[in-house]
């Protein structure tokens, strides 16, 4: 897979310029210029914060299609547990499950259930407690790809363990299916940066996950397979645990450890990663941090309010919890440090190194590089300080570096091209004053 791949692209002909979406990116990944936005794409992380917030809908996830299970021979979906917050409270897990089976999936395995399993190896990763605290969660691909980016320090601090969709993924592949060859395993996503993490993976140099279909695409073909289920089959495994995943807190919930902090929406993380590198979270052990505002439920891929679906989940998740108990009231379910998850061997562990991602070198040679920078902010320091983003960049630091590569001019800055323009005006009306003798009239 090509490593420069994005999910999120521009659709220029929607683009109306209007800047909404510069300051919104958590990487300063978008500029504006000549009208239309442009994604630095270096600096991109895929967290979708521009498609959630784009008022012209022109900012849109590369993403597969449901057509596209047809190219395998045995299909399995993993939705992921905010899906089941997408439907009301008189639709079920199971029948949801069941209307995947109905849309031509041969097989469902949950995400919720992988979540499970991810969360006791988190539990063991803490018990070790190897290296500086607290350790971060990587089960939002957008949050390591910041971290990555933004603070890189933070690197050795994430749990090396792979995301319950990659989890999923393997345990169908490895385990349930090991002799089955044309087998494609599709993830039911609520965010983009699910496809960049399957097309361009971190930590494993290929994912197991054979394609992405958002929740939004899926929902209308889903809504309508349900409404036509005569015989509703018994699919759900997940218990609250795992389902409990879709929201913010309900990964943290499920480690086993009381010093825990959860935080969403990536404006919010980058606040707390801030703090981590100040060394003023000493005390805490674990971070549970999501891109999307409440968690996975606040998806850009997602059709349903997320406070909605949220409280749905919260519901529905309890109600899958009972559903255990009556079945089964000999199992362990009162806490998560008692819970039991699904057995399995697949390796979890990441494989390969994630470095830093270097996106403020401004020269390949050093000398260069230096100068550049006392230019930078030498600039900087002469434009006002507004970061009001009317020159196309989030702000005037950003502006400057603009600059010094070459892909801005400082009159880009209305401030100063108001100044330019008075100070033109004035010296017209100056030259205009002096004019040669030569132009005046003959004195009679």
Not at 171 to 184: A, F
Request: with cysteine.
């Amino acid at each position: 897979m090509p490593h420069s791949f994005h999910s999120v692209k521009l659709a220029r002909d929607k683009c109306k310029g209007c800047t909404t979406c510069i300051t919104t990116c958590p990487t300063e990944a978008i500029r504006v210029r000549n009208g239309k936005a442009v994604i630095i794409e270096e600096r991109c992380i895929d967290c979708g914060a521009c498609i959630r917030i784009c008022p012209s809908h022109a900012k849109e996830a590369i993403s597969d299609a449901l057509e596209d299970i047809k190219k395998y021979d045995y299909k399995v979906a993993v939705p992921a547990p905010t899906l089941y917050g997408q439907f009301n409270m008189k639709i079920s897990i199971d029948k949801i499950l069941t209307g995947l089976l109905a849309l031509g999936f041969d097989e469902v395995f949950e995400a919720a259930d992988a979540a499970e399993v991810v969360a006791a190896k988190t539990r063991q990763c803490l018990a070790e407690k190897n290296g500086d605290l607290p350790l971060i969660s990587s089960s939002c691909p957008a949050i390591v790809r910041l971290i990555q980016l933004k603070y890189p320090g933070l690197l050795d601090q994430i749990i090396r363990v792979e995301s319950p969709m990659e989890t999923a993924a393997r345990i169908v592949k490895e385990e349930l299916h090991p002799d089955k060859k044309s087998i494609g395993v599709f993830f039911i996503s609520p965010c983009a940066a699910k496809v960049t993490a399957v097309r361009n993976p971190m930590g494993c140099k290929h994912s197991s996950v054979d394609g992405v279909i958002p929740i939004k695409d899926i929902y209308l073909p889903l809504m309508n397979a349900i409404s036509e289920v005569e015989t509703m089959e018994h699919l759900g495994k997940a218990s609250f645990r795992g389902i409990s995943w879709a929201v913010s807190e309900g990964e943290g919930d499920n480690v086993g450890c009381h010093d825990i902090v959860a935080v969403d929406g990536i404006d919010q993380v980058a606040k707390v990663f801030e703090e981590i590198e100040n060394r003023r979270f000493r005390n805490v052990d674990f971070i549970e941090a999501m891109a999307c505002p409440g968690g996975c439920v606040g998806g850009p891929l997602t059709v349903e309010n997320p406070y909605i679906a949220k409280a749905r989940i919260r519901k529905k998740a309890q109600e899958a919890t009972d559903k255990e108990a009556n079945e089964n009231q000999n199992k362990a379910i009162a806490s998560p440090g008692e819970f039991i998850p699904r057995e399995t061997h697949v390796n979890m562990e990441w494989q390969e190194e994630v470095k830093p991602k270097q996106i403020m070198k401004l020269d390949e040679d050093f000398r260069k590089a230096v100068i550049k920078m006392e230019e930078m902010e030498a600039i900087e320091k002469s434009l006002p300080g507004l970061d009001c983003g009317s020159c196309g960049a989030p702000t005037c630091k950003a502006l400057s570096e603009d600059i010094v590569r070459g892909y801005a001019v400082k009159n880009d800055c209305i401030f100063i091209l108001k100044e330019e323009i008075q100070t033109l005006a004035s010296n017209l009306a100056e030259l205009g004053a002096r004019r040669p003798l030569s132009m005046d009239k003959e004195k009679k």
